[in-house]
Nanobody, 129 residues
């Protein structure tokens, strides 16, 4: 059973940066994809970014983070990162990482929460003015 633990959240001023980490433990992740989602109060959980765990490590982003956020992985550390730059007030949310054990040829298929079988506990990101 894969377990995921997020860290790196906190309070940051608008325009600032944070790097979130998601450490995975358990069986090897070859063939998995790892995604980041976020959920603001009163809103549904929304897709942020995804990266394939093996091969070329293809990535896909939600439009609202393109050019600002970067997802990456360190297979040796079983860790996925989300570098968040130019943060905006509307980026305030609980950020979750998630693991998918299903292969989809089209990486954009990983944007739906039901595509993931394991979730972390979340880490709060608060952007202030």
């Amino acid at each position: 059973q894969v377990q995921l633990v997020e860290s790196g959240g906190g309070l940051v001023q608008a325009g600032g940066s944070l790097r979130l980490s998601c450490a995975a433990s358990g069986p090897t992740f070859s063939g998995y994809a790892m995604g980041w989602f976020r959920q603001a109060p009163g809103k549904e959980r929304e897709f942020v970014a995804v990266i394939r765990w093996s091969g070329g490590g293809g990535t896909y982003y939600a439009d609202f983070v393109k050019g600002r956020f970067t997802i990456s992985r360190d297979n040796a550390k079983n860790t996925v990162y989300l570098q968040m730059n130019s943060l905006k007030l509307e980026d305030t949310a609980v950020y979750y990482c998630a693991a998918s054990r299903t292969y989809y040829a089209l990486i954009a298929s990983y944007t739906g929460p039901p595509k993931y079988h394991t979730w972390g506990q979340g880490t709060q990101v608060t952007v202030s003015s």
